[in-house]
């Protein structure tokens, strides 16, 4: 019998792990994990007193990292007309296109659903549209026109929530996009940004002015160093929590001492100007040091993990670019593509020993970034003689024996070793997140 075993997870993550393992044999088991309790929860104990608030690197280094974070992420308002190739628009309505898929409960879903799917999409048309735009609520970039979620077997390890592979990220209020294409049923828009490209709802962008643009890029940007600050509250509107809040990795205008949130003017963007509490905002690019590292990072610490930006959550990549945004640092979306962004050490001829070593030796805390296929970890110092990272992990293999490979899950943002897991003989016998370490980068 598969071991199964399930420590508190709150809310619907909980509800989702357990229906995950429906209707077939259960592949994942959740904690307990020695590394939460061994290592503090806090980016703070791993800094040492005269080390907070050293620059991690020179005032022109981050200069010019912040300009060129700035070109890219305001780029769409610089096209005239689309810049995505129709080869490339078409892989997903080609790919999933009469494709069948799971639920999170594990019920097969039907081809038709992804015919449909990729119907909608109307890729023949490609591109029908193109004006520049802004994004002016939280919202998901998807690979179809669809919010339907394209689970694969939840019986598989690795599979079923949160890897809905219709999700692209997350993109933030205020990310400039350009808009090239829209849907049959024209509540989705296809949205080139300088991060991704792909399908947002429609309710979700609006148009912006020469106007609006000039205005929003000769004002200082500020970054929230805040998670989750509420802006119903003073915008209104029908919008929930997920997407009318503000989270670390939004930069926006400011003036006045407050920010500059966009806002529906009928089918165009305006803006509201928002005072927000003590705190919530820094100048961007705040200076990067461990102290405003640790400070930013731990507003995200123990969040649930979330693929793709799933429930508007952050995977591993996604955090760690959110987290350098604040500093004007500009990270890929992907966390291949992250590891190739700086210094490169190749150490994965090594044995683990040997890599753990490297990383200690070579490794400067907090600017380092260490990965293995498919995983991203920020590097953040020693800790009773061990490396230690900063990650959203949602879990490490497990060998089950007879029954296969698994996953033991942990699900969130954490601080642990490179062998997280590793006092359960499953994830001993599979391999610790050391032992399949390839690569670390020293960004910028």
Known sequence: ???????????????????????????????????????????????QPDQ????????????????RYKRLFFKPWSQEKSIFPLKEAAW???????????????KKVGSEVWQSAADNANIKKFPSLGWKGILIENASLRALPTSTPYYRNPNNPGEGYPFDYMAFSVLWIGTPVFVSHISLDGQWLFCETALLSGWVPTKAVRSVSSEFINLW?????????????????????????NTRDLRIGTILPQQGGSVLVPVAQGNAAGWRAIALPPNTIVDFPM????????????EMMGEHYGWGGIDYLRDCSAMLRDLFTTFGIWLPRNSSQQLKVGEV??????LPPAKEKRLKDSGKPFRTLVGMPGHVMLYIGQYNDRAVVY????????????????????????VTSLEPGEEHQEVRRAGTLLKRVQTFTVIP
């Open 1 to 47: 019998m598969t071991k199964f075993r399930l420590s508190s997870l709150s809310g619907v993550l909980l509800l989702l792990l357990l229906l995950s393992g429906c209707g077939g044999k259960k592949v994942a088991w959740h904690g307990p994990v020695a590394d939460l309790n061994n290592y503090p929860q806090n980016l703070q104990a791993y800094i």
């Open 287 to 298: 200076p990067f040091t461990a102290g405003n590292v640790a400070l930013v990072g731990n």
């Open 345 to 350: 050490s190749n150490i994965s001829g090594m």
């Open 391 to 414: 990650h959203d992990v949602w879990g490490t293999r497990t060998d089950l024996g007879k029954d296969g490979q698994g996953r033991l899950i942990i699900g969130k943002v954490s």
């Open 92 to 106: 997903a309505p080609k790919h999933y296109a009469g494709k069948s898929s799971w639920t999170s409960e594990g």
């Open 52 to 67: 907070a608030d050293k620059p991690l690197i020179d005032d022109a280094e981050q200069i010019a990292a912040t300009q």
């Open 217 to 241: 890029l000769s004002l200082p940007l500020a970054a929230l160093a805040k998670d989750r600050i509420p802006l119903d509250y003073v915008l209104g509107g029908t919008g929930g929590s």
